[in-house]
């Protein structure tokens, strides 16, 4: 009975005892756990390349090198710890301003590349009145076809006629294509007083044209590039970069009449007018043109729209070389006036009144006379003053046209015909 009971003493300290080395065990293991998570990690003492090898693995890039410089075995420290975050996230920071530097001054690099060799430079000789004595002034251009077509600025050629809109007796124009310098020259196709612009053409193929683009999809903001001559030739395919500063700003030209404009700070000096304000695409957004506004401000310089240099040019290529702007010689009413008398008198809906025609003009030679109302071009129907100018815009010089007329005093409808003369620009 008594051994029972020692045994049993027994086995109770060795339960005992077990639990108890468990709960020490346990106990143990507890804090070398809790010491192996707060313990700060560090790396065993190896060579850089080892380092850099170890945490770029198998994969084949790296967005960024872990380790910039070489650290020998002995001078790296086993209890130092690395931080990659903090290594890298101010070099990271200082070498992505420095790309994007790179990269912005890249772009305009490579947009000027790509449309330097579709930029021209433009000399005009003009023989002053009486003299053997030529003024010279010189501008740029834009290739505008492979086949010759060079877009510039009216006033860039402008000196070349006289105050009665006549060419000159011993003018000249020379264009000078980026590429090879060569002086070639050029004939005028046609010019718009009203817009600013003129075509010329070279009797020379396989030229670099310019890539126009859609300026009505530009935003205020955007890159922009004006290349162009300032100064003249000397300077020629010079490059200056900015913003879209502005768009359809409403200016004044020297003429008296208002054109919509973009406006930017890439600088646009003297020479530069008839050059070309490029977008981030190497694209011809417009033509440049320092003489539109004479701005008191630095930085505030205009471009005509490319959409609208596209129009005219196209109206212009369809004109016979040297054809200047049409005249036909006729003043009208404004549309509000002559809508009251439409109503007053129950006439033609469309059209315009003439109020005066000038003596020996074109309309007057062929027979119109005032208080006639034009109510068509080539049988082509006339809705207002507006639509009038439109489409007497796209004839020319010398070409000869059906003009119909309603003609109240005789209450008959007309057509006759006139060859229309060159307007003074």
């Known amino acids: 009975m008594i051994d029972k009971v020692e045994s049993k003493k027994k086995d109770r300290l060795i339960l005992g005892g077990l639990i108890a080395s468990g709960a020490l065990l346990g106990s143990m293991i507890t804090w070398i756990l809790v010491l192996m998570i707060f313990r700060p990690f560090s790396l065993p003492p190896q060579k850089t390349s080892e380092i850099y090898e170890s945490t770029t693995g198998s994969t084949s890039q790296s967005e960024s090198p872990v380790v ?16 990659i975050n903090e290594t890298t996230s101010e070099t990271d920071t200082s070498e992505t301003e420095t790309d994007l530097t790179k990269k912005s001054e890249r772009r305009i690099a490579l947009i000027a590349q790509k449309a330097l060799p579709s930029i021209a430079g433009i000399r005009v000789e003009s023989l002053l009145p009486g003299t053997n004595m030529f003024a010279i002034s010189e501008g740029s251009g834009v290739i505008y076809s492979s086949d010759g077509y060079i877009v510039t600025n009216n006033h860039v050629i402008s000196s070349v006629y006289d105050s009665s809109g006549n060419r000159i007796s011993g003018t000249n124009i020379y264009v000078y294509l980026y590429e090879d310098k060569t002086q070639y020259e050029a004939d005028i196709v046609g010019r718009d007083a009203s817009t600013d612009l003129a075509l010329l053409k070279l009797n020379k193929s396989g030229l670099p044209p ?9 935003v205020p903001g955007e890159p922009a590039v004006a290349i162009g001559s300032p100064s003249g030739l000397q300077l020629m395919g010079s490059v200056t970069s900015g913003i879209i500063s502005g768009l359809d700003r409403q ?16 600088a646009v000096n003297t020479g530069n007018s008839g050059g070309a304000l ?3 695409h190497g694209q011809v ?4 043109n320092s003489g539109l506004v004479k701005s008191q401000f630095e930085g505030v310089n205009f471009a005509i729209p490319a959409n609208t240099v596209v129009e005219i040019i196209t109206e212009l290529k369809k ?42 003009s074109p309309a007057d030679l062929a027979g119109l006379k005032s208080g006639d109302i ?13 639509d009038f100018a439109n489409q007497l815009r796209q004839f020319y010089a010398g070409q000869s046209i059906r003009i119909q007329i309603f003609r109240p005093d005789e209450n008959k409808t007309l057509t006759l015909t006139a060859v229309l003369g060159e307007t003074i620009a």
């Open 210 to 218: 310019a890539e126009f683009g859609d300026s009505d999809l530009l």
């Open 68 to 83: 910039t410089e070489s650290i020998s075995s002995d001078e790296t420290s086993t209890d130092s710890t690395l931080d």
């Open 278 to 280: 490029i977008n981030e």
């Open 285 to 288: 957004i417009g033509i440049n």
């Open 319 to 360: 004109r016979p070389v040297n054809a200047g702007k049409p005249w036909l010689g006729v003043s009208v009413i404004a549309d509000t006036e002559y809508l009251e008398l439409v109503e007053l008198y129950n006439w033609p809906a469309n059209g315009v009144y003439i109020y005066e025609v000038q003596q020996d």
């Open 251 to 266: 200016v004044q030209l020297e003429n008296g009449a208002s054109m919509a404009l973009i406006q930017t700070d890439a």
């Open 374 to 386: 034009i109510i068509g071009l080539n049988n082509g129907t006339v809705i207002d003053s507006s």
